[in-house]
């Protein structure tokens, strides 16, 4: 029969000796294993500035500053990559589906870090390499390249946009028959819709120029295609 007090057999009691808070100097521990060296430099400031006794909240912009400027070398070789995943504007045809982000191939960036890694940027030592392979597993890279792909499918609709307004529409329709103008005039004004919308990059010039287009078209088709076409509300 058990007593109180009684440990179970399955409990296991560590031993004093595996025991280091007796012995552990005061600060904040982990089982963490960082990445990136310890920066000497900014530890020395800070603690300059406490022996001076500098302000607290020129503390936190020291502070503050040194990891903005440590994120920017973390996040440059990532933008410099997606740039380079960017189709040549010479490829963006105003008659033909905007071209589209190449895949993101993680092998292939981390080949880039050799020569244009953080290291162009900061002095700071560790294995950046390793850093980057854990933010690429992440939740935090997925949000970031979900937000960048947007912006530059954003960007590539506005060039889009912009290419087609450079086109001389009303010689374009002469080729065609007037099922085709009225598909296209439809089209331009899915753009105008969708530039609206989705706020697109494009200066205010290049609606007006798109709704010009899309009113000289119109102008183009017979009367009774222009009712239907004019009326406010189609689409």
Known sequence: MKQAGDI????????????????????????YKPFLNRDEDIIKQLQKGIQQKRPSAAQNAILRRYFLELTQSFIIPLERYLASLMPLQKSISPWKTPPQLRAFSQEEFMKTLEKAGPQLTSHLKGDWIGLYRQFL????????????????????E???LEALCEEDLLLRIQKHTEVETVDLVLKLKDKLVQAERDQ??????????LRTHIEAVIL????DLQGILLKPGTP
């Open 137 to 156: 597993k992440s939740p935090n890279f997925d949000g970031w390249f979900r937000t960048r792909r947007k912006e530059v499918s954003q960007k590539l």
């Open 220 to 223: 183009a088709l017979p009367a």
């Open 200 to 209: 697109l990059p494009v200066k205010p010039e290049t609606l007006v120029k």
């Open 8 to 31: 179970p057999k399955q409990v296991k009691v560590k031993k004093l000796k595996n025991l280091k808070t007796l012995d552990s100097k005061p600060g904040v521990y982990s089982a």
């Open 158 to 160: 506005a060039l889009h």
